[in-house]
């Protein structure tokens, strides 16, 4: 027998074998959903590669490992198909992310983020070193999986904020906002010296913006915290914010909490772990 029809023997038994085994192992660079995927799209040149979630770009740099790459979809495919049906959840809230052509850009050094997106374009970044594809699975230990945080905010910037004005827009007198002014003890256009004691937000930024920083920021507090993606980490977080589980903004930020749960809205009830479909 020659090399050639070993081979081939040997290919046919895995595929016999392993093919249908729904549980086998997803390597780095394969993933049953997504495809990774070489692109020429103006103003990326120096992200070699994408991945395309529901019509989303998620770019990186030859320095990002696969693994993350794909993981980052799968939070993201996750967020926007939290009941993993096939479809987005809300499609107003996707039809908007499309018209705002929005994307995510993955880098392994801060270098990398110097670019220049085309201006009708919204995006947003993550780093490949603050990715953490095991944290969820681990029971939410150890190092923080920023894509939590960092696909959420695309979500809520280029969707939701302009899905729904009214409740999630980036400005003074949205119910997201008046949210926010009760978190922080206040109404505070410009970060104070300090809080009052009462608050449960208190993020000091000097570069987060009143309007299209604090807001988002305090929705991902809010959210991930519902979702139990910050219940073990109260110690990491609490200089920023305080209520770190669902019950505690059930009880405490009950303005938030009524927004963010009600049905009509359809956000995520399920937190992301990184393995959509599977």
């Not at 009708?120 to 894509?147: C, H, I, M």
Request: with cysteine; proline share 4%.
């Amino acid at each position: 027998m020659n090399k050639l029809s070993f081979l081939s023997i040997i290919l046919l038994f895995v595929f016999f074998a392993c093919g249908t085994n729904s549980t086998q192992e997803i390597l780095p660079g394969d993933d049953p959903n997504f495809t990774i995927e070489a692109h020429s799209d103006s103003g990326f040149g120096d992200f070699n590669r994408k991945v395309v979630v529901f019509g989303i770009d998620i770019y990186a740099v030859a320095a990002v490992e696969d693994v993350k790459l794909l993981h980052a979809a799968n939070v993201l495919a996750q967020y926007l198909d939290n009941d993993e049906d096939g479809e987005v959840d809300d499609q107003l809230v996707m039809n908007h992310m499309l018209q705002n052509k929005a994307f995510m850009v993955m880098w392994k050094s801060e270098n990398d983020l110097n670019i220049d997106p085309p201006s009708d374009r919204l995006g947003q970044d993550l780093g490949n070193d603050e990715t953490n594809p095991n944290y969820v699975a681990s029971g939410k230990t150890g190092r923080f999986d920023a894509s939590l945080e960092e696909v959420l905010h695309i979500i809520n910037n280029a969707g939701h904020s302009f899905a729904y004005p009214d409740v999630f827009g980036q400005n003074i007198g949205s119910a997201l906002a008046d949210a926010m002014d009760i978190a922080r003890g206040g109404q505070f256009l410009n970060i104070p010296s300090s809080y009052p004691d009462s608050a449960w937000y208190t993020y000091y930024d000097s570069t987060c913006e009143y309007a299209n920083c604090q807001t988002i920021e305090y929705l991902y507090w809010a959210l991930s915290s519902i979702l139990g993606g910050q219940e073990n980490r109260l110690n990491e977080i609490e200089q920023e914010w305080k209520l770190n589980t669902r019950d505690l903004v059930q009880t405490t930020d009950t303005t938030i909490f009524s927004i963010l749960t009600n049905p009509f809205y359809k956000l995520p009830t399920v937190l992301p772990d990184g393995t959509y479909m599977r």
